[in-house]
């Protein structure tokens, strides 16, 4: 079965929460996973959908102001996390190693993770993608191992919000990269709209999406669920 996540991002508080949860129906077949801000985390799993935050804290409790751990996560009935999104690398300061520690202490608490890598634009220009993402995803590897609770998500930073998606072969060529350092299954995010979702998510080694702001609409979220659906069952 494919994972269909969608990443909120700093989108919709409690209120357009519920809005969204009571009108989306999860279609047979797909595992569908909604990442609200964390305000709205309690309204998500109330509505009964299967809910990740978008971040979590290696320490179980602490003076780390802002923070929130996976314990909290748990008790509140939130089933995984996000970790290591691009944004949370380049506008939080975010590394391999504080990464690592995040995926590893999310794991240890009975959460799934969702851990993003991914290169940018003057990276692959370079031809250092293949360098990149060896790093990021040994990094992960190293710490966590090929867990059953971890997925990876590729992220070509340049296809983020931008409109642009990897070709398919861009695709297929980063997710067998991906998986020949570790054996998990790998999401493709960038970018990921109804109108591409079916030939992305058909490519050899894309086990799923990461979908930005195209979850962010009700119809839209529902079509690439339905489009995962129609290709686990094919
Ligand atoms: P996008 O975002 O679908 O809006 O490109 C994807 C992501 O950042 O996870």
Sequence with gaps: MKLIAGNWKMFKGPRETREFCEAFRVPEGVDAVLCPPYVSLAA????GHTVFAQNVHWAEDGAFTG???????RELGVAGAIVGHSERRQYFGETDETVARRIVAALEHGL?????????????QAGQMELVLRLQVEAIGDAAGAHEGL???YEPIWAIGTGETATPDQAR????LIKG??????????????DNAAELLSQEGVDGAL?????LDVE???AICRAAANLSSS
Excluded: W
Aim: hydrophobic share 45%; net charge negative; glycine share 10%.
């Design 67 to 73: 923070e929130v751990s996976a314990p909290m996560l």
């Design 220 to 222: 839209s979220f529902t």
């Design 173 to 176: 060529e980063a997710h067998a």
């Design 112 to 124: 799934r993770v969702i851990a993003c890598v991914g290169e940018s634009l003057e990276e692959r």
């Design 44 to 47: 998500a799993v109330e509505s």
């Design 151 to 153: 997925v990876v998500a």
């Design 181 to 194: 350092l570790l054996d998990v299954p790998v999401l493709y995010g960038g970018s990921v709209k109804t």
């Design 211 to 215: 979908v930005g702001g195209a979850s």
